[in-house]
T-cell receptor
């Protein structure tokens, strides 16, 4: 079965600082990995996805993530935080084949301090 | 192309009642999944439908049910509502199974 662990339920950074949100996954077969963002009172918006092509994935709003199989990680980064990045971020994993649902991590709430 | 739409957006019910939530997927998408989001449990998978067939079901009691119509629209129903059913219910659609899921804005259900 797949699982996702997001380290840190709350991360706080200063505006302009590096954003690093951590995600480790567990999967018995090659996974597809996703990062979603949720703003208050809204649904989830896809930031980026890894589907076994390039290991460095670029997403929207300047975010990117690197798939590291040896570390079973898929951390999300952004070089310079903006106030508008304050939101909840979810990492998710699904098997690339078979009949299994998408599994989400518990989420990391990002605060950006002016 | 229009996104995933969910109706209603907000709902208040009392214990013991039942509720039906609706989801219209992105045009051309044939798979619909439902999730329950609460502060304590996070995002939990409810069920997934593809071509009117339930492919997967999460670990929820039988009070939670769903269906998908021939036009890919989906409904979920919760009977005999409990206080703990208060949550944001999210619907997501994808072209097919194991494909990228795109989420709607959710239906916020409050059970009093």
């Amino acid at each position: 079965a797949q699982s996702v662990t997001q380290l840190g339920s709350h991360v706080s950074v200063s505006e302009g600082a590096l954003v690093l949100l951590r995600c480790n996954y567990s999967s018995s077969v090659p996974p597809y990995l996703f990062w979603y963002v949720q703003y208050p009172n809204q649904g989830l918006q896809l930031l980026l996805k890894y589907t076994s092509a390039a290991t460095l994935v670029k997403g929207i709003n300047g975010f990117e993530a690197e798939f590291k199989k040896s570390e079973t990680s898929f951390h999300l980064t952004k070089p310079s935080a903006h106030m508008s990045d304050a939101a909840e971020y979810f990492c998710a994993v699904i098997r690339n084949s078979g009949n299994t649902p998408l599994v989400f991590g518990k989420g990391t709430r990002l605060s950006v301090i002016a | 192309k229009a996104g995933v739409t969910q109706t209603p957006r907000y709902l208040i019910k009392t214990r013991g009642q039942q509720v039906t939530l609706s989801c219209s997927p992105i045009s051309g998408h044939r798979s619909v999944s439902w999730y329950q989001q609460t502060p304590g449990q996070g995002l939990q998978f409810l069920f997934e439908y593809f071509s009117e067939t339930q492919r997967n079901k999460g670990n929820f009691p039988g009070r939670f049910s769903g269906r998908q119509f021939s036009n890919s629209r989906s409904e979920m129903n919760v009977s005999t509502l409990e206080l703990g059913d208060s949550a944001l219910y999210l619907c997501a659609s994808s072209l097919s199974v194991q494909e990228t899921q795109y989420f709607g804005p959710g239906t916020r259900l409050l059970v009093l």
